[in-house]
Nanobody, 126 residues
Framework: QVQLVESGGGLVQTGGSLRLSCAAS????????MGWFRQAPGKEREFVAA????????LYADSVKGRFTISRGNVKNTVYLQMNSLKPEDTAVYYC???????????????????WGQGTQVTVSS
């Protein structure tokens, strides 16, 4: 059984920062791709960022490039999302996910990911 637990969400003003964390358990996650997705009210879930197991291949949605940074912890079963210069349109539930079939190349396709966390709410006030 795989568990992903997100934390770090909250309420922040426009221009502020938040750091999301995702801790994975249940398997050895050293060699898997992990990603972040988000879903705003009334919208479909969308890709945010992804990182390969060695942290030398990352992908970002155009909407967050230059503002968000994905990274892995020293213990590779942890992934972070540093979010800076937040905007009201970043308001969403943020989900962590793991792709058990890939390790080298990160992917932005939702259907590639096998397990998902419960999500953490990020609200950016104007």
């Amino acid at each position: 059984q795989v568990q992903l637990v997100e934390s770090g969400g909250g309420l922040v003003q426009t221009g502020g920062s938040l750091r999301l964390s995702c801790a994975a358990s249940g398997r050895t996650f050293n060699r898997y791709v992990m990603g972040w997705f988000r879903q705003a009210p009334g919208k479909e879930r969308e890709f945010v960022a992804a990182i390969n197991w060695s942290a030398d291949n990352t992908l970002y949605a155009d909407s967050v490039k230059g503002r968000f940074t994905i990274s892995r912890g020293n213990v590779k079963n942890t992934v972070y999302l540093q979010m800076n210069s937040l905007k009201p349109e970043d308001t969403a539930v943020y989900y962590c996910a793991v792709d058990l079939s890939r390790s080298i190349r990160a992917t932005m396709r939702q259907y590639d990911y096998d397990y998902w966390g419960q999500g953490t709410q990020v609200t950016v006030s104007s």
